[in-house]
Nanobody
């Protein structure tokens, strides 16, 4: 299994930035892809960004492309999601996830097996 703990969430104003961190443990860090997903109240969990096991490939949702950056630090076993120019509609609980390596990096919730507890991000109007 992979155990993950998210941190860095909080309250920001529209146009502000946040840096979310995810500390992973339980398996060698560089052997599995990871991603960030978010879930707003009453809505389904949705894809934000994913990164492959080596960190050489990333995929972003259309809604955050150009405003978000996902990266991983193997020395610290940590994945980071930097979000800029945040919008009120991006208020949600943000979850870190880990999955199995595939030929193609996946973006679906169903493609990830382990999840962190989530960290709340609130963007005020």
């Amino acid at each position: 299994q992979v155990h993950m703990v998210e941190s860095g969430g909080g309250l920001v104003q529209t146009g502000g930035s946040l840096r979310l961190s995810c500390a992973a443990s339980g398996r060698p860090f560089s052997t599995f892809p990871m991603g960030w997903f978010r879930q707003a109240p009453g809505k389904e969990r949705e894809f934000v960004a994913v990164i492959n096991e080596s960190g050489g490939t990333t995929i972003y949702s259309d809604s955050v492309k150009g405003r978000a950056t996902i990266s991983r630090d193997s020395a610290k076993s940590t994945v980071v999601l930097q979000m800029n120019r945040l919008k009120p509609e991006e208020t949600a609980v943000y979850y870190c996830a880990a999955g199995a390596p595939r030929v193609k990096l996946r973006t679906g919730v169903e493609d990830y097996d382990f999840w962190g507890q989530g960290t709340q991000v609130t963007v005020s109007s």
